[in-house]
Nanobody
Framework: QVQLVESGGGLVQAGGSLRLSCAAS????????MGWSRQAPGKQRELVAL???????SYADSVKGRFTISRDYRKNTVYLQMSGLKPEDTAVYYC??????????WGQGTPVTVSS
């Protein structure tokens, strides 16, 4: 079973930037997709960025133009570059992989707090 470990969360002022990392314990090559979701207090978890195995990407409307998902096969890592952060981006951010072998895999989450 591959495990996902997120890092890079923290406290940042509005307008600032953060880069989240999601390191897999095994190869991510061949994963059907990888993405980032977030869950704010009292709200449902929402998908914010997705990258398919072909490299195509999609984003939630709320983060388009501000967030960028990328991957590095050599490091088995997926990134979420976040810029122009807003207080409403405050949430726990989770990495998710959809795999043929293991099904759906989630990381433990990394918290992001954006102060106004």
């Amino acid at each position: 079973q591959v495990q996902l470990v997120e890092s890079g969360g923290g406290l940042v002022q509005a307008g600032g930037s953060l880069r989240l990392s999601c390191a897999a314990s095994g190869s991510i090559f061949g994963f059907r997709s990888m993405g980032w979701s977030r869950q704010a207090p009292g709200k449902q978890r929402e998908l914010v960025a997705l990258m398919s195995s072909s490299g195509s990407t999609s984003y939630a409307d709320s983060v388009k133009g501000r967030f960028t998902i990328s991957r590095d096969y050599r490091k088995n890592t997926v990134y979420l570059q976040m810029s122009g952060l807003k207080p409403e981006d405050t949430a726990v951010y989770y990495c998710r992989a959809i795999t043929s072998q293991y099904g759906e895999i989630w990381g433990q989450g990394t918290p992001v707090t954006v102060s106004s």
